[in-house]
């Protein structure tokens, strides 16, 4: 059973990356209608200024070309949708068959711990794709993100099946993790379209450089701004709970303290002060949304340090990486 | 004009008051502080000056690993040391952000509260003039009732909907209906930021009045441990509490059970120990790794375990001493170092003199399982293979000169100067339990056996009840104001012709306070619900 986890691991984080390429094509030969749109409009704005003459045939050109590649795109674009759902469902293969072949909540180490929350972050991602199909776009970027950590996941967090060491064994290992997991995953999907809004914002103010070019495709940024402000306020709370309310009464229970200032709680607390900043500094009409979506960023920033650099670097009550000890 | 009329007129206007400046300066400092950007900058400098206290070891958590720090890096420590880095959250620069930020959060929500307790006792403000200028609003609709009761129909549509409603009768005979809904999401918000205070109130009290000690209890009815200062290994008391305060209690260690995978990783532990609380009789109560003992005033925590060794030395004129030293495990495995220090023997009976150069310590690992490849350190943390590897000093142990030194390890000082000398050579002695030694000098040591013992973790915190209530209504309070939306909804009901026949036309506008995106469905059935009613 702990093989066939390995497998279908591997497997989920190659059809990730198909689901992936299949983003980037529609990205890049296929076309959503704005970019049909995008394509006539050069014509006119060139034209327009001096020969209305030559604007018009141009325009009359413009259509078939682009309904071609809109179809097409249309195909790519829902093949990567679909791709993208299976992908889901053998990461869930993944993750249900570890938990079978641990005999526990696949949430014990931090191989588990990442393979649970980027779950989470891609139900979060294709329930919200299913309802919204026109952010499809930003797909291109969230299989990005989960292929970068589940790869990062599967090469220096690779823990073999192992049963929970006595500290783990509470109930409160279950609310405690699996809130944080929930968090985690949702703020991960909120980092994707803050990304993008950062992106469209400056491709809207005219940057046309590298990482603006990619504005070009995507939803319009204020769909993306309150997209991320709905994720992150829908995640705060969770995070609330699982990391600064949960995770002390059982670390109350567990090690005789609430709050030990212990290098997990610090980063957990610092990832909380700066995401309660973001929210703040949105509700605040004299900052700008730019510079609260970037609030929103390094709070993911924080999040990332906690669990690799934190799992990594730092020893503190919460290594559970390595087993022995209490 | 003359320099007299000059010089007597008075100023017909006295000069503006001039503020004094200290109070504006005052007051202009608490402005900027209270402001939001002024608390955005707070929280950030909060976030990163938590990070040195997790790069740097710290002193509260894990003192031990402050040391290593110094031996590690001996010209840096110092400095860190003089700027706090080894005790980040009690420093204070760390405390004047949190209490500035707190000042702030104070200062930003009591005028909110003001406002809002006004907001709540108030009515809602009448429609504006003009609707169709609102973010939303609806076309005019037709009814054949009058103002007066096309308006209560209304407003008691908005009332079922839980909007608070006002009617307000004008004198063109036209009536406006005002509602407003989701006073939660400001009551949420402050709930929240006071809850927060309560945190910081809670853990300040919890500090000043909390005490904790740490103690290792070797099973066995000879190794109790009463709750008193002098019999914890190390203790901090808060502020305000006193030795006399700690509560009367005494434990005896019955049973340790420790249970471990086949790879060495531990499965499960319990305590069993026997408890008088007071004058009250024995009890035996069993807790575990996740499940505190939990007494009057005080709770016990298992933190950890180990073995404890037993030693029974012989002296050169035949007196026997028994000692039971805990060992501490140094890794999974619990590979365990310890000493073992007898002071007072080879006293000459005939004299009754200790002799400071024949004091006797042993040093060494207990291996609770040995490996079959000879190395050093244990293979198993169950004692499958037990053996006790030693090496024998006999000097001056330094034990009377008064500095407080480890009790896990024999004072390198002395062993440096030559005052105590090693005098068993380089190799540890093997002895397994049961095994006894003659040393060079014809003294005899006895490895008896080993006992388990329990780390345990002896904690009062008063407030900490307080404090997981702040935490969970605070929690309540985000919910409502991260959830909840404010939003004013006008009607307007006008007479359909200024003779007033009897018709009216109503008009409806929206506000919501917030982005909310179901505002639009909301006023949408509003505006329906409205117009459904209209005969």
């Known amino acids: ?326 | 004009m003359t320099v007299v009329e000059d010089r007597e007129a008075p100023p017909a206007v006295p000069p503006p008051r001039r503020p004094n400046r200290v109070w504006a300066l005052l007051r202009n400092s608490w402005r900027q502080l209270t402001s939001m950007r002024t608390a955005l900058v707070l929280l950030f400098l909060l976030a990163v000056a938590a990070i040195p206290g997790s790069v740097f070891p710290q002193r509260a958590v894990d003192a031990q690993r402050v040391t290593a720090y110094y031996q590690a890096h001996p010209s840096l420590a110092p400095w860190l040391e003089r700027l706090g880095g080894f005790e980040v959250y009690g420093s204070p620069w760390f405390a004047s952000i949190y209490l500035l930020l707190f000042a702030s959060l104070i200062g930003c929500v009591l005028p909110r509260l003001r406002d809002h307790a006004r907001a709540l006792r108030q009515a809602v403000p009448d429609a504006p003039k003009r609707l169709d200028r609102l973010p939303f609003s609806s076309p005019e609709l037709a009814s054949g009732e009058t103002p007066a009761e096309a308006s209560s129909r209304v407003a008691t549509v908005l009332r079922r909907q839980r909007f608070r409603t006002r009617v307000r009768e004008h004198e063109d005979g036209s009536f406006s209906v005002s509602a407003e809904k989701g006073y939660l999401k400001e009551t949420g918000n402050l709930l929240f930021h006071f809850a927060l205070l309560a945190v910081l109130v809670g853990v300040g009290f919890g500090h000043w009045y909390g005490w904790h000690g740490n103690r290792i209890l070797v099973a066995g009815s000879d190794q109790g441990f009463c709750d008193l200062l002098s019999q914890y290994d190390d203790s901090t008391l808060g502020p305000r509490v006193d030795a006399a305060d700690l509560p009367d209690f005494c434990l005896k260690l019955t049973n340790f059970r420790a249970a471990y995978e086949s790879t060495g990783q531990p499965k499960s532990f319990a305590a069993t120990v026997s408890v008088t609380e007071g004058d009250g009789p024995a009890k035996t109560r069993t807790f575990t790794v996740n499940d505190p003992m939990r007494l009057h005033g005080a709770n016990v925590h298992l933190i950890g375990h180990g073995y404890a060794v037993t030693l029974r030395y012989t002296d050169r004129y035949g007196d026997t001493q028994t000692k039971v030293v805990p060992f501490l495990p140094i890794d999974g495995m619990f590979t365990s170092e310890g000493v073992a220090q007898f002071p007072d023997v080879n006293i000459d009976p005939k004299t009754n003199k200790r002799d400071p150069t024949l004091q006797v310590g042993f040093e060494g690992r207990y291996l609770p399982t040995v490996g079959t490849d000879g190395s050093a350190t244990s293979a198993y943390p169950a004692e499958n293979a037990p053996a006790l590897f030693l090496t024998a000093y006999r000097g001056d142990l330094g034990l009377d000169v008064g500095t407080p030194g480890s009790v896990y390890a024999l004072d390198q000082g002395q062993i440096a100067t030559g005052d105590l000398k090693n005098v068993s050579g380089a190799r540890p002695h093997e002895l397994k339990p049961g095994d006894s030694w003659t040393l060079d000098d014809g003294t005899k040591l006895e490895f008896v056996g080993t006992r388990p013992y329990a780390t345990l973790s002896i904690r009062y915190d008063p407030t900490q009840t307080l404090v997981l209530a702040g935490a969970a209504l605070g929690l309540l309070g985000l919910m409502l104001s991260l959830f909840g939306h404010r939003r004013r909804v006008w009607f307007r009901a006008l007479p359909d012709s200024p003779e007033g026949s009897g018709g009216t036309l109503l008009t409806a506008g929206g506000l919501p306070r917030t982005d909310q995106p179901g505002f639009a469905d909301e006023f949408a059935q509003l505006v329906k619900a409205a117009e459904e009613g209209t005969p």
Do not use: C
Not at chain 1, 131 to 137: E, G, M, Q, S
Not at chain 1, 186 to 196: E, N, R, S, Y
């Open chain 1, 1 to 326: 059973m702990a093989e066939l986890s390995n497998q279908l691991m591997a497997v989920t984080v190659l059809a990730y990356l198909a689901a992936m390429v299949l983003y980037a094509a529609e990205y890049a030969f296929g076309s959503q209608s704005r970019i049909g749109r995008a394509a006539a409009r050069p014509a006119r704005q060139l034209v327009g200024a001096g020969a209305p003459v030559t604007s018009t045939p141009s325009l009359d050109q413009a259509p078939p070309p682009v309904v071609a590649s809109d179809k097409r795109g249309e195909i790519i674009g829902r093949a990567a949708v679909a791709l993208n759902i299976l992908a889901l469902l053998l990461h869930l293969g993944a993750l249900v068959t570890r938990g079978i072949a641990a005999d526990r909540m696949p949430w014990g180490n931090m191989y588990e711990y990442i393979l649970s929350a980027t779950f989470v972050g891609s139900a979060v991602w294709v329930g919200v794709l299913l309802r919204r199909p026109a952010i499809r776009h930003i797909g291109l970027f969230v299989s990005l993100a989960l292929v970068l950590l589940l790869g990062a996941d599967g090469m220096i967090a690779y823990t073999p099946v192992g049963p929970l060491v006595p500290a783990l064994h509470s109930y409160w290992f279950v609310i405690h993790v699996s809130t944080i997991i929930l968090a985690s995953g949702i703020f991960l999907i909120g980092a994707v379209p803050a990304t993008m809004f950062l992106i469209r914002d400056g491709y809207d103010k005219g940057k046309r450089r590298f990482p603006y070019s990619l504005g070009r495709n995507t939803p319009e940024a204020a769909v993306l701004e309150r997209l991320t402000f709905r994720l992150h306020a829908f995640a705060f709370p969770l995070f609330t709970f699982g990391a600064l309310i949960a995770g002390p009464i059982w670390a109350e229970a567990s090690w005789g303290r609430y709050w030990g200032w212990d290098p997990k709680e610090v980063w957990a607390l610092i990832s909380w002060i700066v995401y309660a900043a973001y929210l703040h500094a949105r509700a605040t009409p004299s900052v700008k949304r730019t510079v609260a979506t970037w609030i929103a960023l390094l709070g993911f920033a924080t999040m990332l340090m906690n669990l690799f650099g934190v799992n990594l670097f730092f020893s503190g009550f919460h290594s559970y990486a390595n087993a022995g000890g209490m």
